[in-house]
Each structure stands twice: as structure tokens, then as C-alpha cells.
């Protein structure tokens, strides 16, 4: 099986940064891409980045571009989501998503459905 455990998560003046973290686990963790979507209270889960696990191309949403970085190490199985320039409209509930699938142009995997494990997710709240 996979787990996926997200860290990072927290209270923040807006303006402010946070970096989530997101550690794969288990015998079968061997991911083509990975993702982090969100949601807020009341709204639908969106995409908010992708990354190739092989190549760490990126590909961001553009309410969060030029301020959100994607990043991984390969080697610890954990991926990283720097977040800048924080806005109250980013408070939401973060989630990691790993797809196994094969994977072609990153920017084509955007939904939920792309991806097959999730993690339980971490709490953002950016007050202004």
C-alpha cells in the first residue's frame, strides 16, 4: 500500500510563507507524478501544482504561479510546496496527491481523478 503524510500546515499573517511537506511511504510508493490540490470551506477541491516525479518539470494553477514553488527529493520521497506571498483566498485544507500512472505532459493532470493515493490532508489559514 501508500501512504502519503502532509506536514507543514499552519497559521499565517498574510504576506506571509509556509512550506508543506508531503513524505510517501509503503512497498508500492513509486510515483509518476505527484500534486497538490486544496479546498476550501463550502468550495470544490482545485488543483493547485503538479510535478513530474522524473524531471521535476512543475506545473502551477494560475491563482498561485510566481508565488507557490513546487519541489522534490527523490531520494527522501517527499515532495515540498513553498507557498509566498500568502492570501487569505489561499486558507484552505491542503492535500498530496500521487498518480502511478504513466504520465506525459505534466500540465494535462489537474484533476482529482488523475491521481490514486491521497493524503489526509493539513490545515492553512491565512488571516489578513
Known amino acids: 500500500q501508500v501512504q502519503l503524510a502532509e506536514s507543514g500546515g499552519g497559521l499565517v499573517q498574510a504576506g506571509g510563507s509556509l512550506r508543506l511537506s508531503c513524505a510517501g511511504s509503503?512497498?508500492?510508493?513509486?510515483?509518476?507524478?505527484m500534486a497538490w490540490f486544496r479546498q476550501a470551506p463550502g468550495k470544490e477541491r482545485e488543483f493547485v501544482a503538479s510535478i513530474r516525479w522524473s524531471g521535476s518539470m512543475t506545473y502551477y494553477a494560475d491563482s498561485v504561479k510566481g508565488r507557490f514553488t513546487f519541489s522534490r527529493d527523490v531520494a527522501k520521497n517527499t515532495v515540498y510546496l513553498q507557498m509566498n506571498s500568502l492570501k487569505p483566498d489561499d486558507t484552505a485544507v491542503y492535500y498530496c496527491?500521487?498518480?502511478?500512472?504513466?504520465?506525459?505532459?505534466?500540465?494535462?493532470?489537474?484533476?482529482?481523478?488523475?491521481?490514486?493515493?491521497w493524503g489526509q490532508g493539513t490545515q492553512v489559514t491565512v488571516f489578513a
Open positions: 509503503g512497498r508500492t510508493f513509486n510515483p509518476t507524478a
Open positions: 496527491a500521487a498518480r502511478q500512472n504513466i504520465v506525459w505532459s505534466i500540465n494535462l493532470y489537474q484533476h482529482a481523478y488523475d491521481y490514486d493515493y
